[in-house]
């Protein structure tokens, strides 16, 4: 039977004539390119500060690097679950304190933690994840970015990782002449 239908394809490609390779040759042989699997999410989600609850630097952020303390909230809203590991999770709120050497341009030597309480689709408590924040070396747009850097130490996701960015208002140049105290801002996050 596998010679019949190898003849057949062999007769059919023969008759179409050749057939010109599209793009550049790459391994992986007769079964196509050998393509490195993209990573799982197990929940992503839109995240903002709340306009009465900026994330808040004590000192406030400057042009040249130093040692802050962050604290403030962020919503969570429309999460999905690509991988369908946390199908009952649609928003949270997470409150967050955390210190880190900060400048207008990035921030690194992050070490806080924040608690995220979830909410299912009718917009019941459905359980916290608590979050371990940590970023050594972080190459950011702003400092807020690598807040969202981190492990979920337990509860809901416990062992994932947490990635996500925060695009602010905010100018380069606003924080290096007067300073920024405060980071409002909003973006992504994922958990996996």
């Known amino acids: ?12 490609a023969a008759l179409l ?17 050998v393509l490195p699997a993209e990573p799982a999410v197990a929940l992503a989600c839109e995240v903002t500060t709340p306009s009465t609850r900026p ?11 130093a040692r802050v303390s962050v604290r403030g909230n962020l919503e969570l809203t429309r999460c999905v679950s690509p991988d369908r590991s ?12 955390a210190t880190a050497v900060a400048s207008c341009t990035g921030a690194r030597q992050v070490r806080g933690s924040a608690l995220i309480t979830w909410f299912d689709v009718t917009g019941r408590p459905a359980g916290t994840s608590r979050l371990r924040l940590g970023a050594d070396r972080l ?20 062992g ?28 992504r996050v994922a958990f996996g």
């Open 55 to 65: 994330l808040r630097f004590r000192p406030q952020v400057q042009l040249t690097s």
């Open 86 to 97: 946390a199908p009952t999770l649609r928003s949270g709120w997470a409150t967050m304190r």
């Open 139 to 158: 190459v950011a747009r702003h400092p807020a970015d690598a807040l969202l850097d981190g492990t979920v130490a337990e509860g809901f996701l416990a």
């Open 160 to 187: 994932e990782r947490v990635r996500g960015d925060l695009v602010t208002t905010s100018t380069l140049l606003d924080c290096a002449t007067r300073g920024v105290p405060a980071w409002p801002g909003k973006g």
């Open 17 to 33: 004539g050749p057939v010109a390779p599209v793009g550049p040759p790459v391994a992986g042989g007769l079964l196509g390119p």
């Open 1 to 12: 039977m596998y010679v019949a239908w190898l003849l057949a394809t062999l007769t059919a």
